[in-house]
């Protein structure tokens, strides 16, 4: 009975050889365990780094904004759950204390709700700009009437009478040549000759306007100082090269 419950020589080997396969599968699966443990860990540690980066760039160029923290914070709970849970859900958005905080938008400035910021700015950029020089909010579809407003002569000659430097600035910023002329052939220079502004003629030499430009009446702005009795401005355009011959 004995010899028939023992296993034929041949059988007893192959059992030997699979119990051996099966722990050479053993081994190659713990190393791929601890592989795949490396792997998340990089990735938690790359994750960390990158969402970290993200909100000092912001804090260094932006000012750190709640909207965003929230959101990195939201991308961080969703990879955890991804390791943990290896799936990934929506994390959703946990009801804030601070649902009532308002943000300033950054593109018209108004106040907002900070959790309805997200929505508002898709909206706001779509219809609004911002001027890049006085830093109005503009709405899209009359944006050339600001410029406009900026350009009128009316502006122009208030800035200039009040030798108003900073003003007259903006204005040739908004886009009017630094030899620009009037209807009546004045030129900037000749403005500033007339209502005495010595300011405003030192900021419009130093961009560059032409001294010898005539009105209509043949006079460069010197001799219209001059035939206006503005001394100061008169010796400032002689300082600065304007040309004394009277053509
Ligand atoms: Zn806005
Ligand atoms: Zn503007």
Aim: proline share 2%.
């Amino acid at each position: 009975m004995e010899v028939q419950s023992e296993l034929p020589q041949e059988i007893h080997n192959l059992i030997q050889k699979k119990d051996k396969r099966i722990e050479e599968l053993k081994m190659q699966l713990g190393a791929l365990e601890d592989e795949n443990t490396k792997i998340i860990d990089n990735f938690q540690a790359s994750t960390e780094v990158l969402l970290n980066r993200i909100k000092e760039l912001e804090e260094v160029s932006l000012g750190a904004r709640p909207q965003t923290a929230n959101i990195l914070n939201r991308i961080r709970k969703s990879y955890i759950n991804i390791i943990e849970n290896g799936k990934f859900d929506h994390i959703k958005e946990e009801p804030q204390e601070d649902v009532k905080e308002l943000e300033r938008c950054a593109n018209c400035g108004e106040m907002i709700i900070a959790s309805k910021m997200a929505f508002h700015t898709v909206t706001c950029y779509r219809k609004t700009v911002r001027c890049k020089v006085c830093g109005e909010s503009i709405q899209r579809s009359i944006k050339s009437q600001h410029l406009n407003l900026w350009r009128s002569i009316q502006k122009i000659t208030n800035a200039i009478e009040k030798d108003d430097e900073e003003e007259l600035t903006m204005i040739l910023d908004h886009g009017v040549k630094v030899d620009y002329k009037n209807e009546e052939g004045k030129s900037l220079l000749h403005l500033c000759a007339e209502y005495n502004s010595k300011s405003c003629l030192y900021f419009l030499i130093s961009r560059g306007a032409n001294t010898e430009l005539t009105n209509t009446e043949g006079s460069t702005p010197l001799i219209v100082a001059i035939e206006a009795g503005n001394n100061k401005v008169a010796t400032s355009l002689i300082e600065l090269g304007a040309n004394i011959e009277i053509k």
